[in-house]
């Protein structure tokens, strides 16, 4: 049984853009368009295109009260600036690293907006952002990995 919580919000959140820009790839729509809100503690929600995509968004149908596929199978929080880009922590169910860190980094992985910047591949994109301190979420990003007891990410995970 799926766990899931049903907003009681009567109103659209007007701080909620959609800003179509087909023409760009990823990457160059987050540097366009993410602005201020492209930074540590940020979320970033992806709709993949594969199979393992489409099998999570249709799983996700069931925790909605219109029984539509999501239009996310990932997400990510944005970590720290790099050079170029920006590095991102997450679960993934396709790492690019493979599996072999599942148990000693309680199943996170580290990756970057490069990743994500082909939009046929990764054809949904938004950028959430939060007032948060990104050097706590950093922190608490860290304890999470060390510490299973917290949070089993790769019990979660493994189902899949």
């Given at each position: 049984m799926i766990r899931f919580r049903i907003s009681t919000a009567v109103e659209v959140n007007p701080e909620l853009k959609e800003i179509p820009?087909?023409?760009?790839?990823?990457?160059?729509?987050?540097q366009k368009h993410g602005g201020e809100y492209l930074r540590e503690?940020?979320?970033?929600l992806l709709g993949g295109?594969?199979?393992v995509d489409f099998r999570v968004r249709?799983?996700?149908?069931?925790?909605r009260s219109d029984m539509r596929p999501s239009l996310w199978s990932h997400v990510a929080i944005v970590a720290e600036r790099q050079r170029r880009t920006w590095t991102l922590?997450?679960?993934?169910?396709?790492?690019?690293?493979?599996?072999?860190?599942?148990?000693?980094?309680?199943a996170r992985q580290d990756n970057t907006l490069d990743y994500y910047a082909d939009p046929q591949l990764w054809g949904n994109?938004?950028?959430l952002?939060?007032?948060?301190?990104?050097?706590?979420?950093?922190?608490?990003?860290?304890?999470?990995?060390?510490?299973r007891g917290i949070l089993d990410l790769g019990e979660l995970s493994i189902p899949w």
């Open positions: 820009d087909t023409q760009l790839s990823n990457l160059e729509w987050l503690g940020s979320l970033l295109s594969s199979i249709v799983a996700q149908s069931h925790a922590s997450e679960v993934s169910l396709r790492p690019p690293q493979g599996f072999d860190d599942v148990p000693s980094r309680n994109i938004a950028l952002s939060f007032p948060v301190d990104g050097k706590e979420v950093s922190q608490g990003i860290q304890r999470l990995s060390r510490d």
